[in-house]
């Protein structure tokens, strides 16, 4: 079974480039059909999709993040890392790292139980 696994700083200073990784275990995070996802959700507030690399390495992002997204990986360590450029407040939230499946309409099938993400004015 995957287990996906978010780590990175939970204090980062506004303007700064706020930097997490998923690191994946039980399964490849190169195989067919599997995309790669971010996702997080401020306070009070419902769940943001941010962007997602999939199985071949290309990269999709949401449009509300105005290019501020890039997600990367290491496929030598079974990781992809979101970088997250000039924070602000407004973007404390709790990261999430999730797996969705192609064969299965896109469906999440695997999450990281979330990292929380504090941004310092």
């Known amino acids: 079974q995957v287990q996906l696994q978010e780590s990175g700083p939970g204090l980062v200073k506004s303007s700064q480039t706020l930097s997490l990784t998923c690191t994946v275990s039980g399964g490849s995070i190169t195989t067919n059909n599997y995309y790669w996802s971010w996702i997080r959700q401020p306070p009070g507030k419902g769940l943001e999709w941010m962007g997602v690399i999939r199985y071949s390495g290309s990269t999709y992002y949401g449009p509300s993040l105005n290019g501020r997204t890039s997600i990367s990986r290491d496929t030598s360590k079974n990781q992809f890392t979101l970088q997250l450029s000039s924070v602000t407040p407004e973007d404390t939230a709790v990261y999430y790292c999730?797996?969705?499946?192609?064969?299965?309409?896109?469906?999440?099938?695997?999450w990281g139980q979330g990292t929380q993400v504090t941004v310092s004015s």
């Open positions: 999730a797996r969705q499946n192609s064969a299965r309409n896109m469906a999440f099938d695997s």
